[in-house]
């Protein structure tokens, strides 16, 4: 209510001062028109005093009527002093005055509005964007964190997979090292056992040898393979001649050196020793 009143203010004083001017310019009026109705009656009577036939049969037509005394100059009321009245000029430059006045509130109050409104706008823009970047901020910082979090997840699923490759060609390696060096000892065992065998075979055949009585019907070249049973001491429980190029003389000699061997020698060791050995059987000649 109290921005209404002000805007109205200057319309209201606009009014006020219309209306003075309007009352003086009355005033005025009235008192020209008093001075002038007097005038004219001050004439009548000077001319009645003058035409004294005129006032005889005035006389005769109707009773006289009392003329009242003129008054004196003394006690003539005399006329209020008319105030100034204002020139038109300045009528015009008071009346430019408030009407400059009135339209530069108005303009201020407009422009008041207008930076009202303008500033509630920038208020309202600069929240809307400041929501806006926090939000553009957030969304990121979110991003960030997803993709440092996947960076990490990739990171470790890389390492994992590494050591697993790392791992399982630790153990194809280590196995196959493992297993290399199995068949080198079983090989490297291999040739030993079969060197020990064959000294073994070898010790064998000599005793055998040194028992066997050659027969008369022995031949040079003689070569014959003889199947041995033995027990754990070497004591010979049966010898049988498989395959012989001699007689049957031969065959027998062969059998009955085998026995006189007894007990064979035992093996360079006792993991070679074996129940049925075969034996061949090529004496020097």
């Known amino acids: 209510m109290s921005g209404v009143t002000s805007r109205l203010r200057p319309y209201f004083l606009s009014i006020a001062l219309h209306a003075a001017l309007v009352g003086v310019i009355v005033v005025l009026?009235?008192?020209?028109?008093?001075?002038?109705?007097?005038?004219?009656?001050?004439?009548?009577?000077?001319?009645?005093?003058?035409?004294?036939?005129?006032?005889?049969r005035l006389a005769r037509r109707a009773p006289p009527k009392k003329v009242e005394p003129e008054p004196t100059p003394e006690s003539a009321l005399e006329p209020e002093p008319e105030p100034p009245?204002?020139?038109?000029?300045?009528?015009a430059r008071r009346e430019k005055e408030v009407q400059a006045l009135n339209e530069a509130q108005i303009r201020k109050e407009t422009q008041a509005r207008k930076d009202a409104t303008l500033k509630a706008?920038?208020?309202?823009?600069?929240?809307?964007?400041?929501?806006?970047?926090?939000?553009?901020?957030?969304?990121?910082?979110?991003?960030?964190?997803?993709?440092?979090?996947?960076?990490?997840?990739?990171r470790q699923e890389d390492a994992r997979i590494r050591a697993e490759r790392e791992a399982a060609l630790q153990?194809?390696?280590?196995?196959?090292?493992?297993?290399?060096?199995?068949?080198?000892?079983?090989?490297?065992?291999?040739?030993?056992?079969?060197?020990?065998?064959?000294?073994?075979?070898?010790?064998?055949?000599?005793?055998?040898?040194?028992?066997?009585?050659?027969?008369?019907?022995a031949q040079a070249g003689l070569d014959c393979r003889v199947s041995v049973i033995q027990a754990a001491g070497g004591t010979v429980i049966r010898a049988?001649?498989?395959e012989c190029n001699g007689d049957e003389a031969v065959r027998q000699s062969l059998e009955a050196a085998v026995f006189r061997a007894s007990p064979l020698p035992p093996p360079p060791e006792p993991s070679l020793f074996e129940r049925n050995i075969e034996l061949r059987f090529r004496p020097n000649d």
């Open 29 to 56: 009026g009235l008192q020209n028109w008093r001075t002038e109705s007097e005038v004219p009656q001050v004439m009548a009577i000077e001319a009645v005093a003058v035409d004294a036939n005129e006032l005889a």
């Open 85 to 91: 009245r204002p020139a038109p000029v300045e009528n």
């Open 121 to 154: 706008e920038r208020a309202r823009l600069e929240e809307r964007a400041r929501v806006q970047e926090q939000a553009r901020r957030e969304a990121e910082a979110r991003r960030m964190k997803d993709e440092l979090e996947a960076e990490d997840r990739r």
């Open 171 to 217: 153990r194809a390696l280590t196995e196959e090292l493992a297993a290399t060096q199995a068949a080198e000892a079983r090989r490297v065992a291999a040739a030993r056992a079969a060197s020990l065998s064959a000294q073994w075979a070898a010790a064998i055949q000599a005793r055998v040898q040194r028992a066997w009585i050659r027969p008369p019907s």
């Open 240 to 242: 049988e001649v498989k």
